[in-house]
């Protein structure tokens, strides 16, 4: 290991090489392992020894269940690198997640606007570089004009990626909904170097993922939230949706099961979690 090279994690754990140069091995069965994740690579000791600069990571995937061996585990990390795709998990597993996206994007630069959309609002933010750290709860952001903002990561509402133009090149920008430090309802867009931003992508995912529920609401539930989420105060509902203030207690109180929102103060005084939000944004598209 260099000088400059920085161990970050080193445990037991298991591989399954799915895929070998080019071709799938369906009778592929899961070996034990030494793990060790550094700052420039990841190592798998076993039977035999791969070593993986996590430069020639080309992404990071979703589950990858060739077989009966691979379906069995209930969370792996899939390692896209040229023509293998290799399946790794440990036992604890969640940080060893973190701690790959640690190791592939702190300090990464990237493409940032911040925000791009407030409220359902498009803002006039123009794209600027923007400095990466993972931590277990966020993604932190330090831009290039000194702004500074974190993405929770359960916090995640609405996720998408689309094909945008960024620095005079067309690019796949991630679009992602959290709130604020005011508590707004925003939208940052992320871009980037592909292999940055296809590791991005999936810790993204994965806490969009998390927060995702489909939820049976009925037409007055949903007309509360979208009001909360349009900015009424948790205190008029009952006035602005035109039921009394027992009925919106109730609401609050299935709300709330529902993680859809969250209690401010004992006076049901509430704010939109991202599930609230995904479930006004899809309330707000159907009209």
């Known amino acids: ?52 600069p996590l430069g020639d990571i080309d992404q990071m995937g979703e589950r990858y269940d060739l077989n009966q061996q691979a379906a069995s585990e209930t969370r792996y990390t899939t390692l896209y690198v040229d023509d293998d795709v290799l399946l790794v998990t440990t036992p604890d597993h969640e940080t060893f997640e973190t701690n790959f996206y640690r190791a ?32 277990k709860e966020s993604v932190r952001m330090v831009l290039e004009d000194g702004q500074k ?34 508590a707004r309802s925003v939208q940052t867009y992320l871009s980037g170097r592909e292999h940055h931003i ?4 999936q810790l993204l995912e994965e806490g969009a993922e998390q927060n995702r529920a489909d939820l049976e609401l009925d037409p007055i539930e949903r007309r509360v939230v979208m009001a ?12 602005f949706v035109g039921i009394d203030v027992e009925r919106v207690e109730e609401i609050y109180d299935r709300l ?32």
């Open 1 to 52: 290991m260099s000088t400059s090279e920085t161990k970050i994690e080193d445990t037991q754990g298991k591989y399954l090489h799915a895929v070998k140069n080019g071709q799938e091995l369906t009778d592929a069965e899961w070996q034990q392992c030494r793990v060790m994740l550094t700052n420039k690579r990841i190592a798998i000791v076993g039977d035999e020894k791969i070593s993986i």
């Open 104 to 135: 592939f994007l702190d300090g990464a630069v990237i493409y940032v606007k911040h925000p791009a959309v407030v409220g359902g609002v498009v803002q006039g933010s123009e794209w600027q570089r923007g400095r990466l750290k993972v931590t």
């Open 228 to 239: 909360l989420y349009s900015g009424v105060s948790p205190f008029a509902i009952s006035e």
């Open 198 to 201: 296809s590791v991005l992508k």
């Open 256 to 287: 709330i099961e529902f993680d859809v929102i969250e209690t401010v103060r004992e006076r049901k005084e509430v704010s939109l979690t991202a599930q609230g939000r995904k479930v006004a944004g899809e309330a707000m598209g159907e009209q």
């Open 149 to 182: 903002f974190d993405i929770e990561r359960d916090d995640i509402g609405e996720f998408e990626s689309d094909e945008r133009a960024v620095a005079g090149e067309q690019r796949n920008v991630l679009e992602v909904e959290h709130t604020d430090g005011e």
